[in-house]
């Protein structure tokens, strides 16, 4: 599987940007602060729009560009602001936990909460995101649980 990026260009400095990154490849991206990397990350997951460019993966273009269809397509952003981005901070543990995956809990618009419970407690077992209880208010838990809540769930 690859990623193909060409010709990439957003309002929010992103030009002309072009790379490739194929299955079992790290493809790392640096440069000072405000230098695009957050900006090229947001683009690609849809979070931004691009002005001109495309995305591909597997040699099928990315369309529609949007979150919903690169999360179906498993491309996901860990945000490095993640109690400004990543986080509901008013919300529960378990339901930032379970944000990322809502579909899987939701039946003819309803959530089934014992379900997101469940699946939330399995994720507080299995990165043991310390935190008094999983129907806490994500603000008032640990910092290191905002970095394991703000994981996609699923």
Do not use: Y
Request: net charge positive.
């Amino acid at each position: 599987m690859t990623l193909a990026v060409a010709g990439l260009s957003t309002d929010a400095k992103l030009r002309d940007i072009s790379f490739e990154a194929h299955a079992g490849e790290v493809v790392g991206f640096f440069g000072l602060m405000g230098a695009g990397r957050t900006e090229l990350a947001k683009a690609i997951v849809g979070f931004d729009p691009i002005r001109a460019g495309s995305i591909a993966i597997g040699g099928r273009p990315l369309h529609p560009h949007d979150t919903r269809t690169a999360a179906s397509l498993g491309i996901g952003l860990l945000t490095e602001d993640r109690k400004g981005e990543g986080l509901m901070l008013e919300l529960p543990v378990v339901q930032n936990l379970s944000l990322a995956a809502l579909a899987q809990f939701a039946r003819a618009g309803f959530i089934d909460e014992g379900k997101e419970r469940s699946a939330a407690q399995s994720f507080v077992d299995r990165f043991r995101i310390r935190t008094p209880a999983s129907t806490r208010r994500s603000r008032t838990s640990p910092a290191g649980t905002s970095r394991r809540c703000s994981s996609p769930a699923g």
